[in-house]
T-cell receptor
């Protein structure tokens, strides 16, 4: 099957700096993408989503960029805070209803 | 409720036993999903309910796994003759009506350990 993958399994960032988390997907039929944050012992928490007819979407301190040409998705976090330390997953939906997740990127914020 | 709730939060059982995991979706959400997450991995789809019916159960690994949603709200995932390989976090999610471009909201999960 097709899967969503992440470029880097871990990311260490200084508090206050910006973070960029990358995701590669392989299903060109996918038309909806979601970023989730998962803290230890908790379920995935919705951060932001983007539809395939968009290339950028902004939320509070977060921006998602979608490049359909190279099947690449990124999540940018501005002014990273200690509370941003978590595992981040990108997920895609194609023609059915289930989400396909990658393995995740672990973000560690250094004080 | 305010979010998706799941009980129990942790379950330890012995190989061969039967377990039931419960999910209470967000009030008003007609679509409900079960996923399984192994250590260090992303969640993997198990089954999707639209109302009371299982619209897609293609992710269930074998016939030891079964899920119901008799009244279109609470769902129960049932695992018979548990095996050590069933140890994982079982996540439930819900969405408003199951349309393709619609956010799924997850519960905290049930951590199942089969000894």
């Amino acid at each position: 099957g097709e899967s969503v993958g992440l470029h880097l399994p871990t990311l260490s960032v200084q508090e206050g700096d910006n973070s960029i988390i990358n995701c590669a997907y392989s299903n060109s039929a996918s038309d909806y993408f979601i970023w989730y944050k998962q803290e230890s012992g908790k379920g995935p928490q919705f951060i932001i989503d983007i539809r395939s007819n968009m290339d950028k979407r902004q939320g509070q301190r977060v921006t998602v960029l979608l490049n359909k040409t190279v099947k690449h998705l990124s999540l940018q976090i501005a002014a990273t805070q200690p509370g941003d330390s978590a595992v981040y997953f990108c997920a895609e939906r194609s023609n059915d209803y289930k989400l396909s997740f990658g393995a995740g990127t672990t973000v560690t914020v250094r004080a | 409720g305010a979010g998706v709730s799941q009980t129990p939060s942790n379950k330890v059982t012995e190989k061969g036993k039967y377990v039931e995991l419960r999910c209470d979706p967000i009030s008003g959400h007609t679509a409900l999903y079960w996923y399984r997450q192994s250590l260090g991995q992303g969640p993997e789809f198990l089954i999707y309910f639209q109302g009371t019916g299982a619209a897609d159960d293609s992710g269930l690994p074998n016939d030891r796994f079964f899920a119901v949603r008799p009244e279109g709200s609470v769902s129960t995932l049932k695992i018979q003759r548990t095996e050590r390989g069933d140890s994982a976090v079982y996540l439930c999610a819900s969405s408003f009506n199951g349309r393709e471009q619609e956010t799924q909201y997850f519960g905290p999960g049930t951590r199942l350990l089969v000894l």
